[in-house]
Nanobody, 121 residues
Framework: QVQLVESGGGLVQAGGSLRLSCAAS????????MGWYRQAPGSQRELVAV????????NYAHSVKGRFTISRDPAKNTVYLHMNTLKPEDTAVYYC??????????????WGQGTQVTVSS
C-alpha cells in the first residue's frame, strides 16, 4: 500500500528555517512528480512547490519563491522542502503529495498526513 510520511515540522521563530521531508513507499511505478501543499486555518489548501521526476524541474508559489527550495532523492523516494526566512504567514499544515502513474494512462494523487509548521513573530 502507498504511504507518504512527512516529518520535520515544528515551531520556529520568524526568520528561522526548517527542512521538511516526505518519504514515499509502495509506489511501484514510481512518481511523475512530488510536491508540497499547505493549508492555514480558515484557508484553502494551496500549492507551495512541486518538482517533476522527468526533468527535475521545480516550481514555486510566488509567496515562497526565493525562500523555499524543493529537492528530491529518487533513490530514497524522498522529497524535501527547505524553508528559509520563515514568516508567520507560513504557518500551516504542510502536506506532501505524489502524482503517480498507474497501469493505465491516468495518474493518481496520493497525500501524506500533514505536518504542522508554526512560525512565531
Amino acid at each position: 500500500q502507498v504511504q507518504l510520511v512527512e516529518s520535520g515540522g515544528g515551531l520556529v521563530q520568524a526568520g528561522g528555517s526548517l527542512r521538511l521531508s516526505c518519504a514515499a513507499s509502495g509506489l511501484i511505478f514510481g512518481v511523475n512528480a512530488m510536491g508540497w501543499y499547505r493549508q492555514a486555518p480558515g484557508s484553502q489548501r494551496e500549492l507551495v512547490a512541486v518538482i517533476t521526476s522527468g526533468n527535475n524541474s521545480p516550481n514555486y508559489a510566488h509567496s515562497v519563491k526565493g525562500r523555499f527550495t524543493i529537492s528530491r532523492d529518487p533513490a530514497k523516494n524522498t522529497v524535501y522542502l527547505h524553508m528559509n526566512t520563515l514568516k508567520p504567514e507560513d504557518t500551516a499544515v504542510y502536506y506532501c503529495a505524489a502524482d503517480a502513474p498507474t497501469m493505465t494512462t491516468k495518474s493518481v494523487r496520493y497525500w501524506g498526513q500533514g505536518t504542522q509548521v508554526t512560525v512565531s513573530s
